[in-house]
């Protein structure tokens, strides 16, 4: 296998797979994130007897009759939950969370199918996320979007190198009949 002198030193041998891997890891981490996010929007969103619970302890520990704001944030809270104005976002981030389990698991066996859906999903995101930044900067916003930037740009070069270094099959030889 030659190598370009293009392609930078990440994506020959065993940097490649290791960044495969540390992309597919953050992957998955990010799906286990939202898995545990949208159930809990999902249960949270039929248990406003728990919000009622944690407020009737607050009011009775922190003296919440001197505090407006925090009764009015609770109440809004609770008025959210009873409305069931959380099962929409819930449903949407255990769909998200299925998408980056797929697509972690994917990368990290190595599977050219899901490089491709990693990187057209990450890349999808990304004019959200400048959108984001630039009305909202903020150091995590901004480290979000370089590390999505860097994982569209790293898994773009590695299939754009795959697609010209793939070994050509070669087709059985037929026995010559005598």
């Excluded at 406003?48 to 919440?64: F, M, P, V």
């Excluded at 505090?67 to 959210?80: D, I, W």
């Excluded at 599977?111 to 903020?138: C, D, N, Q």
């Excluded at 270094?165 to 010559?176: C, G, L, S």
Aim: charged share 20%.
């Amino acid at each position: 296998m030659s190598i370009l002198l293009a392609d930078p030193a990440i994506l020959h041998g065993a940097r490649r797979h290791r960044y495969l891997k540390f992309i597919a890891v953050f992957k998955i981490l990010k799906g286990s994130l939202l898995l545990v996010l949208g159930i809990s929007l999902l249960f949270l969103n039929s248990r406003t007897g728990w919000l009622e619970a944690i407020s009737d302890w607050a009011d009775d520990e922190i003296l919440l009759v001197h505090s407006r704001l925090v009764l009015f944030l609770l109440s809004k809270l609770q008025a959210v939950l009873a409305n069931g104005q959380l099962r929409a976002p819930g449903l949407l981030a255990l769909i998200y969370s299925a998408m980056l389990f797929t697509e972690g698991i994917g990368v990290y066996l190595e599977k050219r199918w899901a490089e491709f859906l990693m990187v057209f999903a990450t890349a999808g995101l990304i004019p959200f996320e400048v959108r984001h930044v630039y009305y909202r900067p903020s150091l995590a916003g901004f480290a979000i979007l370089a590390v999505n930037c860097f994982i569209v740009w790293f898994l773009y070069r590695v299939l754009k190198r795959d697609k010209h270094h793939v070994p050509a099959k070669r087709e059985p030889e037929m026995a010559e009949i005598s």
